[in-house]
């Protein structure tokens, strides 16, 4: 049965610095990676989606990789804002089923 | 350009009652989704559907049941509210995999906060 972990659970950062969040799931047969973002008490943002044969993809300061041999992708933020506050999760489709598998998130905060 | 929309950002129910959470997306999807989120259990899927008139219990279906006539309309069924399903419901969709479009984003409704009383 796939899994997704994600760490760290929690991040508190100043403003400006460079992070990486990580993503990992036990099974590599899968079609996709995605990240997301959520506010609190809102719904799912798409961030960036990586399919299974990508090895990347970038939007804006977002930089997401995808090495599905060791089970991992890291979403790279640059220079972070306080805006970039919020939780973000990733999820996988696994090929034995359409079902999107959820890690249990990392809230990330950026203090000024 | 909304493509997931859920029929109420926040619900109060009291206990018994026959609760129906509406989902639609515009977006042609074949596959929709109904999640539960509470504060430190993350995301577990209630019900899935892969198409009009199927659907596949996910990791907590018990007190739920799903309806979906229309490919672009998903309802949570809430048989008989209890209080231990106050949470936030959240809907998705995606292209299936199988789709000649390689497509396979997920998209998700802005939630449902339901308070059952």
């Known amino acids: 049965k796939q899994e997704v972990t994600q760490i760290p659970a929690a991040l508190s950062v100043p403003e400006g610095e460079n992070l990486v969040l990580n993503c990992s799931f036990t099974?590599?047969?899968?079609?996709?990676l995605q990240w997301f973002r959520q506010d609190p008490g809102k719904g799912l943002t798409s961030l960036l989606l990586?399919?299974?044969?990508?090895r990347e993809q970038t939007s804006g300061r977002l930089n997401a990789s995808l090495d599905k041999s060791s089970g991992r992708s890291t979403l790279y933020i640059a220079a972070s804002q306080p805006g970039d506050s919020a939780t973000y999760l990733c999820?996988?489709?696994?090929?034995?089923?359409?079902?999107?598998?959820f890690g249990t998130g990392t809230r990330l905060q950026v203090f000024p | 350009d909304v493509k997931v929309t859920q029929s109420s950002r926040y619900l109060v129910k009291r206990t018994g009652e026959k609760v129906f959470l509406e989902c639609v997306q515009d977006?042609?999807?074949?596959?929709m989704f109904w999640y539960r989120q509470d504060p430190g259990l993350g995301l577990r899927l209630i019900y899935f559907?892969?198409?009009?008139?199927?659907?596949e219990k996910g990791d907590i279906p018990e007190g739920y049941s799903v309806s979906r006539e229309k490919k672009e309309r998903f309802s949570l069924i809430l048989e008989s509210a209890s209080t231990n399903q106050t949470s936030m419901y959240l809907c998705?969709?995606?292209?299936?995999?199988?789709?000649?479009?390689?497509?396979?984003?997920?998209?998700f409704g802005q939630g449902t906060r339901l308070t059952v009383v």
């Open positions: 998705a969709s995606t292209l299936s995999p199988g789709h000649s479009l390689t497509n396979t984003e997920a998209f």
């Open positions: 099974d590599s047969a899968i079609y996709n």
């Open positions: 990586i399919q299974s044969s990508q």
């Open positions: 999820a996988v489709i696994p090929r034995d089923t359409d079902k999107l598998i």
């Open positions: 977006m042609d999807h074949e596959n």
């Open positions: 559907s892969y198409d009009v008139k199927m659907k």
